[in-house]
């Protein structure tokens, strides 16, 4: 069952614009340090890091928006961070007052799962978040006669 739904399109202009006049206390401010080192990986090209932090931006502003809260009552810009799956999918990792939320709106016995698309076409970055939740997978359970 869907629980939230957010998304946030941002001009990476305004981002790149932000990052020249705060530098680190914006960065600090606003992202994880995995966020922070995954920006640092692809500091091939300036547009290209300022694109990833854009990215990362717009997608706590919709995991924000999916939590039914925005950047208030307790869920702040460093209780969402961007992670990626081993597979490279991309998802949402909540903590603080974002995990607090998340909890809250979970039914009891099922999982919360969230489910993240971000991407980005200069000027503008975008990302949709989907938080869902569902019964908790328990493992196949079979067994092999002789």
């Not at 925005?70 to 007052?97: A, S």
């Not at 979970?106 to 919360?112: K, N």
Request: net charge positive; glycine share 8%; charged share 25%.
């Amino acid at each position: 069952m869907i629980i939230g739904i957010g998304s946030d399109l941002i001009d990476i202009t305004r981002v790149a614009k932000v990052i020249q006049r705060h530098g680190d206390l914006f960065l600090d401010r606003i992202f994880t340090d995995v966020e922070r080192a995954r920006a640092a990986r692809r500091a091939k090209s300036e547009r290209i890091v300022v694109a990833t932090y854009a990215k990362r931006f717009a997608a706590k502003e919709a995991c924000s928006k999916a939590l039914g809260t925005g950047i208030l009552h307790g869920v702040w810009w460093r209780d969402m961070g961007v992670v990626n799956m081993p597979g490279g999918r991309p998802t949402m990792k909540l903590t603080g007052g974002a995990l607090a939320r998340l909890e809250k709106l979970t039914p009891p016995g099922f999982e919360a799962r969230i489910d993240l698309s971000i991407t980005d076409d200069w000027p503008l970055a975008q990302a949709f978040v989907v938080i869902s939740a569902g019964r908790p997978q328990r493992p196949c359970e079979y067994s092999i006669s002789p």
